[in-house]
């Protein structure tokens, strides 16, 4: 039982059978993917339907009450398939011999025994012991083949899994004959939204459109569920989406790297055969069946190639005297043969390496830049500056790694033609990036020459009799927003309109009368020491003193109209003998004091007047006649830091004299161990002009 | 050298030829193209047949007009232009040109080659 409708074909009212309806759409479906290409297509499409139309009446009317699946099958099959067009058109000795199906394996014999095009690497299907993927690569690198099957044999552990992915990646030669269309990715024009990639994509993997579509937008919707929270509020963060173009790229580089399905041949191979799990297993099967007459094979040709080289070996020594030369071209020719090869194979990874390397360091300076960008106001110019960093960002850095992975995917789908013209856009537009590059670093390094004169000033304390000053960040500031997987330091405090710099330097050296007093010292560079100076002066850095505590501001105010110019603080905090001195761990985690641009970066906030101590964080140390020494030498400092209530409190004071009586006694032992001379009149900034003039 | 590509250049030249000559001999319906050059032992495809005459009649060779049909939608009937005869006798000359050439080289036997018998005398001299 079937059911039948009624379609209008042509003008005229068909009835035919449900299933006999698809059939008959899918066929002019295919034959208008067939004839999309072709001009006038519409026209063609159209006589071949009035054809079917009249073959229908004429079934009609020989007493059919109507059209049936074998009327449908048997017009198609006199029309012909799209794939039988091609067929026609080459094979016609053999449909007029009758002999088409012998004549086509005939056929297909003889193409597969033509070598393979040098610049496509085929499984060779005629000679083969597994699967042809030694004979392919030997036909490829011209080379013979024994060899690299040697190679493979005795390898077998590193290249096994290469052998596989060749195995399946490779297409056979048996595919390169007629009408069987080995399936390779196309970008689809018919059903595109941008560039037909996603379309491409599920023609190859035989999923539906949706599928890949949704995992390109996927990166840009995410941001949606991502949600950055400051203070109390939380808004989705699209300091993520901007960031994450990665789909975008990749949908860029898909799009230039795979060709267009153009012609019809084309249009057929990108819904060719497809490609699951079932068809590879059977190509496998296939390729095994046979595979113990083919390594028998193989083995008597190693034999045979053993003995010959053997043979050629022998010959040479005995005439070693007389004929040297034309042996030793003989010999020399296979062994070369082989040395050429290893020196290819080590040439391929060495370039491989090189690339893959080449990409991920462009990429991760890509990424970089990418973070850096919402600091730009902060440091370039508008106008050229920021030109050249736009052009550095997208032409020096992206375009290779776009065009890099263009290449390879290129390769990797052995697209055919090689665009000349391509290859110029890339290197040209890279040679502007490498300009773009050297410009916007001779521009910024311009506005980084000069540098201020360094002029010392004091701070004033509150209190700096106080027995114990503990250095710690002002909570109030404490908030403040980081990326959550880059931090571009020093650059970790950021306001809407004024960047927070922490580019701070500590150094903790003797008083010499029995109060602390801290020093601060600015610099700046500057494109001029006029403006140097300017800049140096502009700074300021909020500290104050509240009880026991020495309360660290934000750091250097940076607004967009005065930029970043490397402004950094020197700090230098005098302890009176016996009085101590403790910095709490979330100074340094908070904001970097290690970052300079120019040689400042090394002055660590450990400096002590005598060179450098190894500082620890959170421990009490006391100013002794000799230096700086901890308070608890002995003790895990952990047990003798509890952690601090957040706010200063007054009772803490308290609590923390009564240990500095206690230890005294050590602070004495430890200081008559010290016996190296210390040069307390060592003056800091002195030692900073001195490395500014330079 | 591709021969799948020697091959239907081979055809597709025969082929116009062929529907033109049939054409010449006046106006015809698709079908009966196929029918003739099935009588002479030269099959084709329905579907290769359309777009060969579309080709053809794009390139201003060939000329259609409507006729109803009593089974069926109207019918094309082709006929040839001016152009079209041209384009055919032109056709006709040059296959007559190579189906002589062919028919001399082809009937050429291998051992009235004077080149073979250079080839093979030359090692006998090294020996």
Known sequence: ?694 | MDIQNTQSQMRKGVLEFCILSIIRHGEAYPSDIVEKMKAANLHILEGTLYPLLTRLKNAGLLTYRWVESNSGPPRKYFSMTEAGLGFYEKLEATWEELANAVKTLTDITPETSPIENTETSTPNNNQ
């Open chain 1, 1 to 694: 039982m079937k059911k039948v409708i009624n379609i209008n074909f042509q003008g005229r009212v068909v009835p035919i059978e449900e299933t006999a309806y698809d059939m008959l759409k899918q066929y002019i479906d295919s034959l208008q993917q067939y004839f999309a290409a072709e001009e006038g297509s519409d026209e063609i499409i159209n006589d071949i339907e009035g054809r079917i139309a009249e073959l229908f009446s004429e079934t009609l009317k020989k007493g059919s009450t109507c059209i049936t699946d074998a009327d449908v099958e048997a017009i198609i099959n006199s029309m012909g398939r799209p794939a039988d067009f091609e067929a026609d058109e080459i094979n016609v000795q053999a449909k007029v011999e009758n002999e088409s199906q012998k004549n086509k394996e005939e056929y297909s014999r003889k193409e597969s025994q033509m070598p393979p095009p040098p610049h496509r690497l085929y499984r060779d299907e005629n000679d083969k012991v597994i699967a042809g993927v030694c004979a392919g690569l030997a036909n490829y690198f011209n080379l013979d083949r024994v060899v690299i099957r040697v190679l493979f044999v005795i390898f077998f552990g590193a290249l096994f899994i290469p052998y596989l992915i060749l195995w399946i990646v490779v297409p056979s030669t048996a595919t390169t004959a007629i009408g069987s269309f080995r399936k390779r990715l196309y970008r689809d024009p018919d059903n595109s939204m941008i560039g037909g990639v996603c379309s491409g994509l599920a023609h190859y993997f035989n999923i539906n459109v949706w599928i890949p579509r949704v995992l390109f937008l996927l990166p840009f919707i995410t941001f949606l569920f991502k949600w950055s929270h400051i203070g109390p509020w939380s808004f989705p963060s699209l300091i993520n989406f901007s960031f994450s173009p990665g789909a975008a790229i990749i949908y860029i580089i898909l799009w230039i790297a795979i060709p267009e399905a153009k012609s019809t041949s084309e249009k057929l191979e990108m819904k060719g055969e497809k490609i699951d799990v079932n068809s590879i297993k059977s190509t496998i099967q296939q390729d095994l069946s046979g595979v113990k007459d083919r390594a028998k094979k193989f083995g008597e040709e190693v034999k045979e190639r053993a003995q010959e080289i053997g043979a050629t070996i022998s010959e040479r020594s005995s005439a070693i005297g007389r004929e040297a030369a034309s042996s030793a071209r003989k010999t020399g020719g296979g062994l070369g043969r082989v040395i050429i090869l290893l020196f290819k194979i080590f040439a391929y990874f060495v370039v491989a390496c090189i690339i893959i390397s080449l990409v991920i360091a462009l990429l991760s300076i890509g990424v970089l830049f990418a973070g850096f960008l919402p600091y730009k106001i902060y440091i370039l110019q508008d106008g050229w500056q920021t030109v050249f960093l736009w052009g550095t960002l997208l032409l020096f850095i992206w375009v290779p790694v776009i065009g890099i992975i263009t290449w390879i995917i290129r390769r990797l789908a052995k697209t055919k033609n090689h665009s000349a013209f391509m290859t110029y856009t890339f290197i040209a537009l890279w040679t502007l990036g490498w300009a773009s590059l050297i410009l916007l670093i001779s521009s910024v390094s311009r506005d980084l020459s000069a540098r201020n004169t360094p002029i010392e000033q004091t701070i004033p304390l509150s209190n700096p009799t106080v027995q114990k000053l503990e250095i710690r960040n002002d909570s109030k500031n404490d908030d403040f927003i980081t990326g959550r997987n880059w931090n571009f330091r020093p650059f970790s405090n950021f306001d809407q309109d004024t960047l927070f710099v922490k580019n701070i330097n500590i150094r903790i050296v003797k008083a010499e009368n029995d109060s602390f007093s801290v020093r601060m010292l600015k610099v700046s560079n500057g494109a001029s020491r006029e403006q140097a100076n300017m800049l140096a002066n502009k700074i300021s850095y909020p500290m104050y003193q509240k009880d026991t505590f020495l309360l660290l501001g934000r750091g250097i105010a940076i607004t967009p109209s005065d930029k970043f110019r490397n402004q950094q603080i020197f700090l230098t905090i005098a302890v009176p003998v016996g009085k101590r001195i403790l910095i709490n761990d979330e100074v340094e985690r908070n904001g970097s004091f290690q970052v300079g641009i120019n040689d400042f970066g090394y002055y660590r906030w450990r400096v002590g007047e005598d060179g450098k101590y190894d500082w620890d964080d959170d421990v009490e140390y006391i100013m002794t006649e000799n230096g700086l020494k901890p308070v608890y030498p002995d003790m895990d400092d952990d047990i003798h830091e509890p952690s601090l209530p957040t706010g200063p409190k007054s009772d803490s004071v308290y609590r923390y004299q009564q240990p500095t009586q206690k230890t005294d006694s050590l602070k004495k032992v430890s200081a008559s161990r010290k016996e190296k001379e210390t040069n307390s009149k060592w003056d800091f900034s002195t030692i900073v002009m001195q490395r500014f003039l330079i």
